[in-house]
């Protein structure tokens, strides 16, 4: 018989998860403490903006005109602990209020409440983004908990998705990791991802550490990536020299290669900032802190850029303070096609410039209403043109392609002044300056 799975926790990671595994053939069934969510859900809707995934998941809600129905959701953990032969956890791990480790109660909740309801052998997957040795305490509880006993088991399943790509990374993901502790294990895995694995993922099978590690490495190094070369942006404009064309000279090496070597503003979100700060956390619990001192490097080399991105504005306004300035924001999100401004370097700059007296206008494509919600004190408008009206320098903050399409003569007409600052370095110098803009971007030649 068909595996029956079950999806715990439905934010970006849960909600993908459970879509991705009904459109896989599975029976899923997705489980959140909020009632909320599960009434959005339940109606087809996705509680944030993810490029494909409302689509996906109206293919599969029980109850919707022309789904699957392969798809449901219950806030009942009975309910799930009797229909789940698999149980993803994929809960959120953020960090912990006043100190860098994560917050591990909604994992540890989660286990603690399903354990009871595991009555016969199941397998219990761990997604969520832990500090290593987490895995290990959680098989010791659901063994001793769980009616079940040895037969409740545990692995470790680390999840890569990126925001914007959410979908297409978990249905075609470029690696399954999994830590195990049983060939059983080992197989229910194979079986959960045949599909992915058939069309060519690699499948790589570990211990518990290793499952665990393999996902707060991979998130230091690609934030090791891009402040490596926003530190090469540093040495640019010490030196009159172009990031830009650093990154693409370095990037034709396949040994460094070109992606993740875009200087500007520097990486936030809800993964890349808070995973490092955990590792290194949990580094210094082990004894092994030194084998990450330089993370913290790579974290105030990254954290730099905003303030580095206020000060190039300032001095493009005239060096002195922002008061009377009317500066003008393109994107609040920590990246594009998404809404999420979770440590959002965008918003991060909007706000140090409004707290500093500017008057500051955004706009974004999809992350207004997120942004308003967590700065309602800054200026918004509904279109980049809006914003850009009246504004004595505009800053390009988030590459949506949207502002890559903006026409510069249009924008020129309606600023006060033809002054933009590319903090992402993803717009057309060129374009611009031909339409009389003055263009700057960070570690690149001026003007
Ligand atoms: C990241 C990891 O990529 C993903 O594998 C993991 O599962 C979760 O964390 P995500 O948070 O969606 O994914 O964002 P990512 O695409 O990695 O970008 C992170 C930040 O780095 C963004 O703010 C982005 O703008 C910035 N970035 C990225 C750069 O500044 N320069 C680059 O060259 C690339």
Not at 53 to 77: K, P, Q, Y
Not at 246 to 254: K, P, R, S, T
Not at 266 to 281: N, Q, V
Not at 348 to 373: C, E, F, S
């Amino acid at each position: 018989m068909a595996l029956k799975i079950t999806v715990i926790g439905t934010g970006y990671l849960g909600a993908t998860h459970a879509a991705a595994m009904a459109e896989l053939g599975f029976e899923v069934m997705g489980l959140d403490v909020v009632p909320e969510k599960i009434d959005k859900l339940r109606r087809g809707e996705v509680p944030m903006y993810e490029p494909g995934l409302e689509e996906l998941l109206r293919r599969h809600v029980a109850g919707i005109e022309g789904s699957t129905g392969r798809l449901r959701f219950t806030m009942d953990w009975a309910e799930l602990g009797e229909f789940g032969d698999v149980h993803f956890v994929c809960v959120n791990t953020p960090q912990r209020h006043g100190e860098y480790a994560c917050d591990m109660s909604y994992v540890d909740s989660a286990i603690a409440s399903l354990a009871p309801h595991l009555k016969g052998p199941a397998l219990v997957v761990g997604k969520s983004t832990v500090p290593v040795g987490s895995a290990d305490r959680l098989a010791a509880y659901l063994a001793e908990h769980a009616p079940a006993g040895a037969d409740a088991e545990l692995a470790w399943n680390p999840e890569f998705l990126r925001e914007g790509f959410a979908v297409q990374d978990t249905l075609h993901p470029d690696r399954i990791v999994v830590g195990v502790r049983s060939e059983r294990s080992e197989k229910l895995l194979r079986e959960v991802y045949a599909t992915p694995v058939e069309e060519g993922s690699p499948f790589v099978v570990t211990d518990f550490p290793t499952a665990e590690l393999v996902k707060t490495s991979a998130n230091s190094f690609l934030a090791t990536k891009i402040s490596f070369i926003n530190a090469m942006a540093e040495l640019c404009e010490a030196t009159g020299g172009d990031v830009a064309k650093l990154a693409e000279a370095i990037g034709y090496d396949d040994r460094i290669g070109r992606k993740f070597l875009r200087a500007g503003i520097g990486f936030g979100g809800g993964c890349l900032p808070k995973d490092i700060r955990a590792f290194m956390a949990r580094a210094g619990e082990l004894g092994a802190d030194q084998a990450l001192t330089f993370l913290r490097e790579i974290d105030s080399i990254n954290m730099r850029q905003r303030g580095r991105m206020v000060e190039l504005t300032r001095q493009e306004l005239g060096g002195g303070p922002f008061l009377g300035k009317r500066v003008a924001v393109l994107g609040a999100t920590f990246k594009p096609d998404s809404d999420d401004v979770r440590d959002s370097p965008a918003l991060n700059v909007a706000g140090q410039i409004h707290l500093q007296g500017g008057q500051v206008t955004v706009y974004d494509p999809k992350g207004m209403d997120n942004a308003r919600r967590i700065f309602p004190t800054l200026g918004y408008a509904d279109s980049a043109l809006e914003a850009v009206r009246g504004a004595h320098v505009v800053l390009h903050l988030t590459e949506w392609q949207e502002f890559r399409e903006l026409d510069p003569a249009e924008l020129g007409e309606v600023a006060a002044e033809r002054v933009v600052l590319d903090g992402r370095n993803a717009l057309d110098a060129e374009a611009w300056r031909r339409a009389g803009w003055r263009f700057r971007a960070m570690g690149r030649p001026g003007a």
